[in-house]
Each structure stands twice: as structure tokens, then as C-alpha cells.
């Protein structure tokens, strides 16, 4: 079965950075993309970033971009998510996500992961 598992949340000092990995098992196909996703407190789900497996091509949210790196390695089926300069809005699970088929980068992923808290806070 397809599983995705996310690690590297934690708690961190505005300013401060994290990187998160998803590692990705048991598929038997290629993505087409992996992203990740998060959710804050009373909040909808929303798009962060998203990276095409094939190609390497980037996505970034507005809101993270020049902060956040997204980045994979194929050969361990992971993908990474560096968040540096941390803001208190950036306080959600983060959620890895795997999509099957070319569309729009910022919906239909058919795997998700169980995710990961990321806590910015002083």
C-alpha cells in the first residue's frame, strides 16, 4: 500500500528554520509531482509548494516563497521541505502529499500523509 510519512516538525523560534523530509514507500509508479500542504488552527488545507518528479519543476504559495525550498531525492522516493526564516503564521501540520497525474499543480494529489506540526513561536 502507498504511504507517505512526514518528519522534522517540531517547535521553533521565529527567525529559525526546519527542514521536514516525506519518505515514500510501496508505490509502484512514478509521481508526477510531491507537495506539501498545510493546515492551521481553524483553517482550510492550503497549498505550499509542490515539485515535479520527472523534471524537478518548483511551485511555491506566495506566502513562502524565497523562504521555503522544496527539493527531492529519487533515488529514496523523499522529498524534502526547508523552511527557513520562520514566521508565527507559518504554525500548521504540514501534510506531504503524492500526485499520480499531470493537471494542475495545486489539486488531485491521491496520497496523503499523516503529517507532521511545525510550532513558530517565541
Known amino acids: 500500500q502507498e504511504r507517505l510519512v512526514e518528519s522534522g516538525g517540531g517547535l521553533v523560534q521565529p527567525g529559525g528554520s526546519l527542514r521536514l523530509s516525506c519518505a515514500a514507500s510501496g508505490f509502484t509508479f512514478d509521481h508526477y509531482a510531491m507537495g506539501w500542504f498545510r493546515q492551521a488552527p481553524g483553517k482550510e488545507r492550503e497549498f505550499v509548494t509542490a515539485i515535479t518528479w520527472s523534471d524537478g519543476v518548483t511551485y511555491y504559495a506566495d506566502s513562502v516563497k524565497g523562504r521555503f525550498i522544496i527539493s527531492k531525492d529519487n533515488a529514496k522516493n523523499t522529498v524534502y521541505l526547508q523552511m527557513n526564516t520562520l514566521k508565527p503564521e507559518d504554525t500548521a501540520v504540514y501534510y506531504c502529499?503524492?500526485?499520480?497525474?499531470?493537471?494542475?499543480?495545486?489539486?488531485?494529489?491521491?496520497?496523503w500523509g499523516q503529517g507532521t506540526q511545525v510550532t513558530v513561536s517565541s
Open positions: 502529499a503524492s500526485k499520480a497525474f499531470p493537471g494542475s499543480i495545486l489539486v488531485q494529489y491521491n496520497y
